[in-house]
DNA sequence: GACCAGGTAGCAA
DNA sequence: TTGCTACATGGT
């Protein structure tokens, strides 16, 4: 096994693992006491518990040690992030994680907002992540009408029920299904593993990838505008679910996913950016939240709102 | 029992 | 194009 831990104080801008691992923003990680995303058994920003995720067959493990607060804007007290892998997975990490994202500059060039400023504020040290495409899409299939609690629980039941089962450091741990794996299950088995409605969309869109139709990741080549078009071949896949794949696997740092919490955002701060439809509504709040990394503005904003302060 | 949650597909006009 | 509406499920 190998290990290894990068100072957060190099981290320009912090780096809260608890914030970017339980925004809602990623359903492949597991965190090892087995409540992710339970309010009810909240542990706080500081807490120093395990996060599991599978990458290319390789249990990756992390967990932040030491330090005082997470995103604190002394960063030389911040600690570090220790990981264990079976190799060295450093270079993996800090990809998964945007670790050499310069989040300082991204704060700092957001624009001058003073309701974008509190939540930038609230949440220091929250990054985006970069979760595999197809675990990407298929969770966000899933997430229509569902908390973010159970979205994360339908995903780990995926997990378990068709995924490679992968030992490692004497625990058992589950890949996310390949798209030929969760095209071999039935929209009946689905169902019963309560997935509702969606479970039609999931196997169809498994089948497509599984056929050669086509892969998320395709959209990585296009346009922004395009690639959100691109994805919503799909089934399942409409303008919303588009934008976070782009936004959270693809790099597109632009997309402005307009969920329930940022229509809301946007019918009590930003009333002139409705333009009564989604294409529309999406260019303006993308430029008010200052183009090219309105995506983190977004999520910063969706984290806020949902959790309420 | 309503109401709501990181919406989308299918269909009518 | 735009504007309904049905769709599962579990928590408050």
Known sequence: METGTIPIAECSGGFDLYRTLESGQSYLWRREDGEMYNDDAEP????????STVVDGDVIRVRRRGGDQPGAADNSSAGVLEWEASDDREPTIRRLLRLD??????VESAPADPFLEEAYEAYRGLRL????????????????QMRVSRIHGMVSTLARTYGDEIEFDGETYHAFPRPEQLASSTEAELRDLG??????????????????????????????????DHLTQFVGVGDKVADCVLLFSLGFDEAVPLDTWIKTAIA??????????????????????????????????????????
């Open 44 to 51: 706080g920003p500081g807490h120093d518990r395990w996060y």
């Open 101 to 106: 994202d310069d989040l300082e500059s991204i």
């Open 129 to 144: 992540v970069e979760d595999p495409p197809f675990g990407t899409l298929i969770s966000f299939i899933c997430s229509a």
């Open 195 to 228: 997935l509702g409605y969606r479970a039609p969309y999931v196997v169809r869109t498994a089948e497509m990838v599984a056929n050669g139709d086509g892969h998320p990741a395709d959209a990585r080549d296009l346009e922004y505008e395009d690639a959100r």
């Open 268 to 309: 009590d701060y930003y009333p002139d950016c409705d333009c009564g439809n989604y294409a529309e509504t999406s260019r303006a709040i993308r430029e008010r939240f200052g183009g090219k990394y309105a995506g983190y503005a977004q999520t910063y904003v969706f984290h806020y709102l949902r959790t309420g302060e």
